[in-house]
């Protein structure tokens, strides 16, 4: 059995190309809820791990009220679960809302620098949009 580490690894590359599966998967291992005990952690017969989002909220009734926001949020992330957002973020402690508003960020896909090319003036231009970035004052 790999350790965590490689398990986090493994679910990184099984999320990669999905800007809302990369973002709840780096939302789960951020917060703590990614080890091999974790019930939504799933193992094919060939050995692959990978997260059922889907799974996420009938399996999380023995956690904390802000754990279970943060859960099903990143289960709506990664999977489409039905939430209430308004109720869900209302809830959170700083570092989990930290949390989610990085995870939510990554979701959007304009998360990194981006270039785009266009016309102005008559003339084709080359420019760079800056990422999104979530910037927390201390």
């Not at 059995?1 to 800007?19: K, P």
């Not at 023995?62 to 099903?72: A, D, H, V, Y």
């Not at 308004?86 to 949390?99: I, Q, W």
């Not at 960020?105 to 102005?120: H, N, P, Q, R, Y």
Request: glycine letters at 12%; hydrophobic letters at 40%.
């Amino acid at each position: 059995m790999a350790n965590n580490s490689e398990l986090h690894d493994e679910l990184r590359s099984w999320a990669q190309g999905m800007t809302t599966l990369q973002a709840a998967t780096e939302l789960l291992i951020q917060a703590g809820f990614v080890s091999h005990d974790s019930e939504w952690v799933k193992q094919e017969p060939e050995g692959r791990s990978w997260i059922d989002f889907q799974a996420i909220p009938d399996l999380i009734g023995g956690k904390s009220g802000g754990e279970q926001r943060l859960l099903r949020i990143a289960a709506s992330i990664g999977d489409g679960a039905q939430i209430s957002l308004g109720d869900e973020l209302t809830g959170l402690d700083y570092s989990s809302a930290e949390l989610v508003l990085a995870a939510m960020l990554e979701a959007t896909g304009f998360s990194k620098d981006s270039e785009t090319i266009g016309i102005v003036d008559g003339k084709l231009t080359r420019g760079i949009n800056p990422g999104l970035r979530l910037t927390v004052n201390d």
